[in-house]
């Protein structure tokens, strides 16, 4: 009963901790993008000591808290579509050759920020949002694309090594009997 109270607290202590961060990206310019990935990174404790199912309520859980409650359409937006990726990214990292393993994480990075902007422009129609990409030329936005894919495998690298930091010094003070 005890180990079960300890889950149940940590997931939502953590969750809550997650939406903040959210919402501190919707009020700080700057960190539209930076917040979300943070927001990852807290919920990653919770996949490692809980597994995929807990880490993905708790994803969801956060996802519904932050298209709710976060002013910033773009962040939310952001969560919900590459929140889910620390839960899995190990199942990614079990494919043997590294070109398919490459490929599938390309896949997987571009299909997001197609569903995060097809929803922004088309299904939320948040405003500004057209006029703002409007202003963009194609070469431009194959370089934010490209930018964005960066990015991305450098958040993979990011999240392979804060497992490791995580498992190594965080864990043992995190879960002291």
């Known amino acids: 009963m005890r ?4 889950r149940i607290a940590l997931c939502g202590m953590l969750t809550a901790l997650s939406v903040v ?6 009020i700080v310019p700057l960190a539209t993008f930076c917040c979300p990935i943070l927001a990852m990174l807290v919920l990653l404790p919770i996949h490692l000591e809980y597994g995929t199912q807990t880490g993905l309520t708790v994803y969801a859980a956060v996802s519904v808290l ?13 969560f919900v579509f590459f929140g889910f990726y620390p839960i899995l990214q190990p199942r990614l990292n079990r494919i043997r050759h590294a070109a398919p393993r490459f490929l599938a994480k390309l896949l997987i990075c571009n299909a997001a920020i197609a569903g995060m902007y097809g929803c922004l422009l088309f299904l939320f129609r948040a405003p500004g949002a057209w006029e703002e990409v409007s202003q963009y030329s194609l ?3 194959m370089m934010f694309l490209v930018t964005a894919n ?5 958040l993979d690298i990011a999240l392979g090594r804060f497992s490791v930091i995580y498992r190594l010094r965080v864990r043992s003070w995190l879960f002291r009997r």
């Open 3 to 6: 180990e079960r109270s300890r």
């Open 21 to 26: 961060i959210l919402l501190l990206g919707g």
């Open 66 to 78: 932050s298209m709710l409650l976060v002013p910033d359409l773009e962040v939310s937006l952001f």
């Open 139 to 141: 070469p431009l936005i």
């Open 150 to 154: 960066l990015t991305f495998f450098l």
